[in-house]
């Protein structure tokens, strides 16, 4: 057996960096992921005049349910989603300020609209400096009396969250009716916490109800990022014989991604949940599938890069979100699995892959952090040769992934 340590969650650490900073004292986090992401959000809070003490294994952040303790700020997103759409939200309910948020190019193509026509809704004072709907933009804060809001959220579930997390902050609380939804597991974690940090939220069906009151500072734990487990279980399952722990995630994990072990399950690999682990073991056994995977679509490219293993073909459907992730990930996968020799088929929302014996290419990963590492799966069982195009694009969420990834196959 084989136990790999995974850096800490990074929707968990943005989420928890956006509560710690509106709540009322001073929050410690423990295991935060240190990534390209999350330190451009700290950084972020940082020029919001939030302030932050950073050290291995614990952050501390002071609240200011006030809002930014400055007046005017410029605040560069990077390429994380989870600042450009959160950061803004946050800043959106101070009492008073000017505030310019931008982003790379990468992520001033992915699309704000949904959210940034929710918080006009609510009176926000918000102008899109170039594309509508698109960074950059800017905000005059002046507090949000909060009210009744109708969303939209099938392009992402990040919208809804920065919403949520917004609601507590405002004057009378927030109603959010949503349209459509994916990624649902992502807002059952902004939920629970929510309600971590003090807050009051409930939800029927697709109607959220958020309380007014601030948040209360507190230690939070950010446990394993289960997005990330899903490359090294991926590869204990096309490796017969071979078996992958990861402790922190097991039966009570907050994030939904862990339900990928299902998946694997399906096709043949031996999985354990425990309380506090997981475990996958490969059994020499990989059967195709068709598997509706909208909830946990960050795992989408993993399924991809280990399809052709499978005995039969494997459809992944309903994931027509991630086209608009860091690159259109839909073809990006069958863009390098053809250049693997692979036959793949791909529709609006779907791909589908038949079973087949990759060979080495150069992987073009898009600058994506997931299409580096779901490939590097792939080039467990192909001849040596296989090279990426950007590996260092891992950074945003993993930066010591290919050292990692080297240590478990030097186990094996």
């Not at 009492?95 to 609209?113: E, N, V």
């Not at 099938?154 to 349209?179: K, N, W």
């Not at 979100?321 to 863009?335: G, M, P, S």
């Not at 791909?351 to 087949?356: A, C, D, K, R, S």
């Amino acid at each position: 057996m084989t136990v790999v340590d995974i850096p800490g969650s990074k929707s968990v650490t943005a989420r928890a960096l956006f509560l710690a900073a509106a709540a009322a004292g001073t929050t410690t986090l423990l295991r935060p992921l240190r990534s390209d992401d999350t330190e451009g959000f700290a950084e972020g809070l940082g020029r919001l005049g939030y302030r932050l003490e950073r050290e291995a294994g614990a952050w501390r952040v002071e609240g200011r349910p006030s809002g930014p303790a400055v007046d005017e700020a410029d605040v560069y997103c990077r390429d994380g989603a989870t600042t450009a759409r959160f950061l803004p939200t946050l800043a959106a309910a101070g009492a008073s300020g000017t505030y310019r948020f931008d982003a790379s190019p990468q992520m001033r193509r992915r699309p704000l609209a949904p959210l940034t026509e929710a918080l006009r809704t609510l009176g926000v004072d918000l102008r899109h400096e170039e594309a509508e709907g698109h960074h950059p933009l800017r905000i005059t804060a002046a507090g949000i009396k909060g009210g009744e809001l109708t969303l939209d959220a099938g392009e992402s579930s990040q919208y809804l969250t920065a919403l949520l997390m917004l609601g507590p902050l405002t004057a009378e609380g927030l109603r959010i009716d949503v349209t459509d939804l994916v990624s649902a597991p992502y807002v059952e974690i902004t939920l629970a916490m929510m309600r971590s940090f003090g807050a009051e939220v409930t939800r029927e069906g697709n109607t959220f109800d958020v309380r007014p009151g601030g948040y209360r500072a507190t230690t939070y734990a950010v446990e394993p990022d289960a997005s990330t487990a899903s490359y090294f279980f991926a590869a204990a399952a096309v490796s017969p014989g071979r078996e992958v722990t990861v402790p922190g995630l097991g039966t009570g994990a907050l994030q939904g991604d862990l339900r990928f072990v299902d998946v694997l399950e399906q096709m043949g690999a031996d999985v354990r949940i425990t309380a506090d682990s997981t475990t996958v073991r490969g059994t020499g056994m990989l059967k195709g599938l068709t598997v509706n995977m909208r909830d946990i679509s960050d795992t989408m490219p993993t399924l991809a890069a280990i399809a052709p293993y499978a005995d039969a073909p494997v459809r992944i459907e309903d994931v027509a979100n991630t086209r608009v992730k860091e690159c259109d990930r839909l073809e990006a996968c069958a863009e390098n699995l053809r250049s693997m020799g692979v036959t793949v088929a791909t529709g609006p929302d779907w791909i589908e892959i038949g079973p087949g014996t990759p060979r080495p290419t150069e992987i073009a990963t898009h600058g994506d952090h997931r299409m580096a590492m779901s490939f590097a799966v792939t080039s467990l069982h192909t001849a040596p040769g296989m090279t990426f195009d950007d590996p260092g694009c891992v950074r945003k969420t993993f930066p010591d992934f290919h050292e990692a990834f080297a240590a478990l196959q030097r186990t094996w």
